[in-house]
């Protein structure tokens, strides 16, 4: 993961009430990934939970784009200063894929395609407020946003959406990620302006 997108540089900042403190707002959907776009195959693609004592859930993709899927409309935040509004999104609740699974722990490690991590209280992922993503736009998710499928919690950074998820593990403790390692915040909320430690 040495390769670093371009876009990691911030712009002037906006004066809006609509948007969360020191972004700026933009209509396109900028690229910013660490490490090079990995080529996913549907035909191979799981979506695992693992849970408290090591017991897995598992989708494939068939069995994914089987289960109930819902239309998400809302705006999504990126630790270098941009946001768009409006944006459409098609996938599932985890709280549906959580509705199976047995755990006493309160924290997540999501595991993407290319070794990338993020860490999420469990909290932040039920309720309503976490998708794994598969349409954006009306339109398969193109593998350079993390398609076919990426995690989306559109009220912390977008960092913590990640792209071309694999699966989640629960931890008791909230262990940091990739980029809560090398210098992000552990919880990464827009409103606060959460960006680093």
Partial sequence: MA???RGFFGRKREENPDLPPGQYL????????AGPTPVIDTAEW????????????????????????????????????????GTTWRGVSLDTLFAGVDTKMAYVMAHSHGGYTT???????LGGKAWIATEFDGE??????????????????????????????MMPRDDPGFWEQNGYHIYGDPWLEQRYW
């Fill in 3 to 5: 390769v670093v997108s």
């Fill in 26 to 33: 933009t209509v396109d959907f900028p690229v910013l990934s």
């Fill in 46 to 85: 799981v979506f695992s939970i693992q849970s408290d004592g090591g017991e897995v859930a598992a989708w494939n993709w068939e069995q994914m784009k089987a289960l109930p899927h819902e239309d998400i409309h809302t705006d999504i935040h990126c630790v270098t200063r941009w946001s768009k509004f």
């Fill in 119 to 125: 860490n999420v209280p469990l909290a932040d992922l």
């Fill in 140 to 169: 398969d998710l193109d593998p350079e946003h993390g398609g076919p499928a990426r995690l989306l919690i559109p009220h912390l950074y977008f960092w913590k959406s990640a792209k071309w998820i694999k699966g989640l593990r």
